[in-house]
């Protein structure tokens, strides 16, 4: 099973490009990379999903390496409103079994003025 | 827009009550999950349906039970409630995977047993 590692906290000033990265070492073939975003008292939202290279959509930016080892979120020009908690999400989609998705312990960005 | 509810966003018991947490769906998905949330720990899985009648235990399936009878509808039991089961307790559904996996969540039920 792919497990995560991620830092436990991170801070950031509004404007700022933050960059988020994830450790997966034993990332399987089949595995997919989610981020998710969580506010407080809610549940979590899909930020991004990727595979190798680059992903990009309006939120967000999702590198990952040739190795895909690691992956990194990367959020342009951070607001208040991105203070939050950032998991990341390693797991296939194949197969129908939960048993392959595991989520990391997230990191908690604080965005000051 | 997908939309999960949970019965409850605030629920205080007693030690030993049964508990029912109740989580519903709109979107026609065959997959539902239970979760907990504690500080620290990140969210963990607790059980999950990939289909009516049809369940899978999680990483921490001890002390829950669960009922799926109907598609859109995946209930988390407490059968003797204790407190160390106090937490927020994440419910999420999605489609049959596919090339894309995405989660929804609801808001959430935060439990107090006391």
């Known amino acids: 099973l792919a497990k995560t590692t991620q830092p436990i906290s991170m801070d950031s000033y509004e404007g700022q490009e933050v960059n988020i990265t994830c450790s997966h070492n034993?990332?399987?073939?089949?595995?997919?990379i989610t981020w998710y975003q969580q506010f407080p008292s809610q549940g979590p939202r899909f930020i991004i999903q990727g595979y190798k290279t680059k992903v990009t959509n309006e939120v967000a930016s999702l590198f990952i390496p040739a190795d895909r080892k690691s992956s990194t979120l990367s959020l342009p020009r951070v607001s208040l409103s991105d203070t939050a908690v950032y998991y990341c999400l390693v797991g296939s989609n194949y197969g129908g079994s939960q048993g392959n998705l595991i989520f990391g312990k997230g990191t908690k960005l604080s965005v000051k003025p | 827009d997908v939309k999960v509810t949970q019965s409850s966003r605030y629920l205080v018991k007693r030690t030993g009550e049964k508990v029912f947490l109740e989580c519903v769906q709109d979107?026609?998905?065959?997959?539902m999950f239970w979760y907990r949330q504690d500080p620290g720990l990140g969210l963990r899985l607790i059980y999950f349906s990939y289909d009516v009648k049809m369940k899978e235990k999680g990483d921490i399936p001890e002390g829950y039970s669960v009922s799926r009878e109907k598609k859109e509808r995946f209930s988390l039991i407490l059968e003797s409630a204790s407190t160390n089961q106090t937490s927020m307790y994440l419910c999420a559904s999605r489609t049959r995977p596919t090339s894309v996996e995405t989660q929804y969540f609801g808001p959430g039920t935060r439990l107090l047993v006391l």
């Open positions: 034993n990332i399987a073939t089949n595995d997919y």
């Open positions: 979107m026609d998905h065959e997959n």
